[in-house]
């Protein structure tokens, strides 16, 4: 037994034994792991630290570079204007070196163009085409400023691609300008007037005129045909004239008839041409919205100011009248009615030849020509042309295919002064209780009575309305009435003065309304303020200009104070 004891105990005291081996080698492979730690916590230690000096270092560098780009700003400045901006970029393979390709701007400088940088220190994308910009000595861009209010004032004759437009300078010099920045989102116009920065050649703002703005008015009058009296024939003609091709265009394509370009309205002052005009734009801008209902169109009505069209200047009529039908063409570009209505036509389109001094109407004449039925298309416009001497246009502007409808607008009768009347009498006016009474109190009766009284009062052939004796240049005289010269305007003058009768009296009496009485009164001095008007020295200018056409009168006597003398 004890010889089996003592071989378990040796037994076991080996493997102690290689159990303490392995254990030390354990402890040994953990000492070196250790002593590997302690190196690498060293190494990371040192790098450590010089991390922090370098970036310590950098700190300072950063500093040092900060301090000297503010130095950059130190005056004296010079000025430039930026022309083209070129984000940073790599050049393409043989076409320019790597610097080329930094972030730069294109300036004009010292009537040079150069490209420069800018400032780290700068927004690049506040940089703005046509600004003003500061630059330092070393032509670095440090500061960006406004743009420039003054320069040479040009105008848009037709709008490219690419921020460019064609403009017209002096002398009807054309050239081809880029647009600044601001004027890159303003929707411009032809016609418009624009600054040009003298340094860059550049648009830089668009300044608003008065005298082109007072020669052309886009709003649409708020006047139609129910506004008009007296004259119901002449609006039945342009209604079928104007009106149905704009209305009904594929009927007129299917029957091959084409829109009349224009219409004249002649005949004497104060009967209505300028009004028949406006109520054809008013009318037209109603038709349009009811045939493209729910689409964003309108009508345009261009008023035109005959006389102050002139200029003295050679050639700038022209230029204004070229303007005018481009603004024309530009409105009508989306199939938007356009009225360009000529007042007082014959001021600027008398025939050629007649002219005193300078001649004007040789240019002016056939530029009006040429817009209407020039090479460029005149499409939904419509020229009208409103005169009383329709004898002194230029024949070639009233042939057919040019002013195609010609319509004369006469002297109201009596039938068309009590329409007329009724324009102006309505019941809402006060009326006086006499009045009242003796219709008893129907106030549509009373306005009745009245309008009857007074344009029987005014049409009347008696002695007291005799106006002119005409001697013509046969020997036969004629007795000329005031109803002969009566119009629409001298019935709203009547209407006024008994409205200031009736205002007078409530003032003074404290008597409301308005009487017959004062109607007759007023229509006697409406007629005794003509008694100087007509021109004895050239009477057969006035009869003409008065709408008394016919044979030459040579001449013509007052009436007037015979019978006050009677």
């Given at each position: 037994m004890w010889g089996s004891w003592n071989v378990n105990e040796n037994h076991e005291a080996e493997k102690l034994a290689e159990r303490l081996q392995m254990t030390e080698r354990q402890v040994n492979v953990l000492r070196d792991k250790n002593r590997n730690l302690d190196k690498q916590l060293a190494g990371l230690s040192g790098n450590n630290q010089r991390l922090v000096a370098l970036l310590e270092t950098t700190r300072e560098q950063i500093i040092n570079l900060k301090a000297a780009l503010e130095k950059d700003g130190d005056t004296p400045f010079s000025y430039g204007t930026v022309v083209a901006k070129h984000p940073r970029q790599h050049p393409a393979s043989g076409q320019g070196i790597e610097s080329t390709g930094v972030q730069a701007v294109d300036v004009i400088y010292s009537g040079r163009k150069m490209r420069v940088t800018v400032s780290p220190l700068m927004d690049f994308d506040s940089v703005l085409i046509g600004q003003q910009v500061l630059l330092n000595e070393a032509l670095v861009v440090v500061a960006a400023l406004g743009f420039e209010e003054t320069g040479e004032l040009v105008t848009v004759k037709e709008l490219l691609e690419n921020n460019l437009a064609v403009v017209m300078a002096r002398a009807d010099d054309q050239r081809v300008i880029e647009l600044a920045a601001p004027l890159r989102k303003a929707h411009l116009r032809v016609g418009d007037q624009l600054t040009v920065d003298s340094r860059s050649g550049m648009a830089v703002s668009r300044v608003q005129l008065t005298d082109m703005q007072s020669l052309v008015l886009e709003e649409v009058p708020e006047i139609s045909y129910s506004d008009i009296g007296g004259l119901n024939s002449q609006i039945e003609a342009i209604k079928d004239s104007v009106?149905?091709?704009?209305?009904?265009?594929?009927?007129?394509?299917?029957?091959?008839?084409?829109a009349p370009k224009g219409i004249l309205l002649y005949g004497p002052p104060g009967c209505g041409k300028t009004l028949i005009a406006k109520a054809?734009?008013?009318?037209?801008a109603q038709r349009v919205v009811e045939r493209k209902e729910g689409t964003s169109t309108r009508s345009y009505f261009l008023n035109i100011?005959?006389?102050?069209?002139?200029d003295k200047y050679v050639g700038e009529t022209e230029r204004h009248i070229r303007l005018i039908f481009a603004r024309a063409r530009e409105k009508a570009l989306h199939g938007d009615p356009v009225v360009v209505f000529f007042d007082e036509m014959e001021a600027l389109f008398r025939t050629r030849g007649t002219g005193v001094s300078s001649d004007v109407e040789t240019t002016i004449v056939p530029q009006l020509l040429a817009e209407i039925d020039g090479v460029e298309r005149l499409d939904n416009v419509i020229v009208i042309g409103a005169s009383n001497r329709e004898d002194?246009?230029?024949?070639?502007?009233l042939r057919p295919g040019r002013l195609d409808v010609k319509i004369k607008i006469r002297r109201p009768d009596a039938l068309g002064a009590t329409e007329i009347f009724s324009k102006y009498l309505t019941t809402d006016l006060p009326l006086h209780e006499s009045e009242l009474a003796s219709d008893a109190g129907d106030g549509e009766a009373t306005i009745r009575r009245m309008i009857d009284s007074t344009v029987s009062e005014m049409y009347s052939t008696e002695r007291i309305n005799e106006f002119l004796e005409v001697t013509y240049v046969t020997g036969q005289t004629e007795i000329l009435y005031f109803k002969d010269f009566a119009s629409g305007a001298v019935i709203h003058n009547i209407v006024d003065r008994a409205k200031k009768h009736a205002i007078k009296a409530l003032?003074?009496?404290g008597e409301r309304g308005l009487k017959m009485e004062y109607l007759l009164r007023a229509v006697r001095e409406e007629f005794a303020e003509h008694e100087d008007m007509p021109n004895t020295t050239n009477p057969d200018d006035w009869a003409r200009i008065s709408g008394r056409k016919g044979e030459r009168i040579s001449n013509i006597r007052s009436l007037v104070n015979r019978q006050a003398a009677s």
């Open positions: 009106e149905l091709p704009f209305t009904h265009p594929d009927l007129y394509r299917e029957h091959g008839l084409s054809v734009a008013h009318s037209l100011k005959g006389p102050e069209l002139l002194m246009i230029d024949p070639a502007i003032i003074t009496t």
